[in-house]
């Protein structure tokens, strides 16, 4: 029993109003019926009408019972018994009166809705041909009537059953997607509200690092060449030694709010080890780390912009490169630090590519960006199904 059947299913459970709607439509057809055949019988003194005004209830009786058997849509076997106890009393029906005819519409609905769809049509066929069969057999005139009214209800009600169903499932599409859609704009929400935290803290870090920390770390250079300039006895140097310490003090204080602005992946270990930690967890191509010359103590956006560019470059890698292997390298020299990362994947033009990137943070423009901020050089190299290697070289300031 699928759920497109719903809205025609015997017991009551948690349905649209269109549903309700159908569902007692359903029930008020059927009783109509034979309320119609029983008050036929009686106004047309029929030789049987107590014999029909006995089966006309004993049906009711029966799909009542369906109705309220919570089992009956539960179970596909229990379904199937309770329309046997509809199709006997209702051939008890047909066999004392033409009037039974009728009753076979809103017995189509309850086939195919019950039943798989295969044997639903089978049961809707065998039910037209019963009630062909009882009309002939009360009638002793053969019109073609008597073989297309049922014969079209029948097809009427497939046909109606299929096209609802086909609706039900498109209904059901539509909500997934809506669901989807509302799913997916909160997660991104929730990315852009991240993104703009992070993006909030390096801002915060590196402009403490180059206002406030490198202006206290020229105080403290001037101090201390005003304190050789002077000679041991002036009265200023003691003075000049108290500006000086205050001046380190607030360059420590200064230090630990970029400590504290440090993004979570720099927060537990050095520059290399969160790198490490990136190409681990990258889903998709094989990713190599490998460490280069002395590893050196690196200012936090020096840090936080080498990360980044490694974070944007592995994302258009998974997302772009089709690559099989990738490999990062950070490099130690005597004035410089750089990053390179390769993979082998399709390649693409860099001059294309450079007045045509429209993917935000992750953007050969973004990357370049952030490398030139701290006076840096960032350049690509690709070539359609050559791969792609980009290298940044940020100079190590003199004093970290």
Not at 314 to 329: C, F, K, P
Request: hydrophobic share 50%; net charge neutral.
């Amino acid at each position: 029993m699928t759920a497109a059947a719903a809205p025609f299913l015997p017991v009551s459970r948690a349905l649209t109003p269109v549903s309700k709607v159908l569902r007692m439509c359903l029930h008020a057809l059927l009783l109509g019926l034979l309320a119609l055949a029983a008050g036929r019988a009686v106004t047309d003194a029929a030789p049987r009408a107590g014999w029909v005004i006995a089966a006309c209830a004993v049906l009711a009786a029966v799909y009542a019972g369906g109705v309220r058997t919570p089992a009956v849509h539960g179970s596909p076997r229990a379904g199937a018994v309770w329309l046997a106890g509809l199709g006997a009393a209702w051939a008890a029906l047909l066999a004392v009166s033409p009037d039974g005819l009728w009753i076979a519409f809103p017995l189509y609905f309850l086939e195919l809705h019950l039943l798989r769809l295969r044997w639903g049509v089978a049961a809707v066929a065998l039910t037209a041909c019963a009630a062909i069969g009882g009309f002939l057999a009360h009638s002793t005139a053969v019109t073609p009537g008597a073989f297309l009214g049922p014969l079209l209800g029948g097809a009427v009600a497939v046909a109606t059953v299929l096209g609802y169903q086909a609706l039900y499932r498109e209904s059901e599409r539509r909500r997934e997607l809506i669901e989807e859609l509302i799913t997916t704009r909160a997660e991104l929400a929730a990315a852009e509200r991240g993104a703009g935290i992070l993006a909030e803290r390096e801002r915060l870090a590196r402009e403490i690092h180059d206002t406030l920390a490198q202006g206290l770390s020229s105080i403290q250079l001037l101090l201390r060449a005003a304190e050789r300039a002077l000679p041991r006895e002036a009265p200023a140097l003691e003075h000049i030694a108290r500006a000086r310490e205050a001046a380190q003090d607030n360059l420590a204080e200064a230090r630990r709010f970029v400590r504290a602005l440090t993004p979570p992946d720099l927060e537990h270990g050095s520059l290399a080890a969160a790198l490490e930690r990136l190409c681990a967890g990258v889903p998709g191509p094989r990713v190599r780390f490998s460490l280069s010359g002395s590893p050196r103590v690196l200012p936090t956006p020096y840090e936080v912009a080498l990360l980044r560019i490694a974070q944007s470059a592995l994302a258009n890698v998974v997302r772009h490169a089709r690559a099989g292997r990738a490999e990062i390298t950070l490099t130690f020299m005597d004035a410089s630090v750089t990053l390179d990362i390769v993979d082998d994947g399709h390649g693409f033009d860099p001059s294309s590519a450079a007045s045509a990137s429209g993917d935000g943070g992750f953007g050969l423009p973004a990357m370049r960006s952030r490398a030139e901020t701290l006076g840096g050089l960032f350049t690509v190299e690709s070539d359609p199904g050559q791969g792609t290697a980009v290298a940044v070289t940020l100079p190590l300031p003199l004093e970290v």
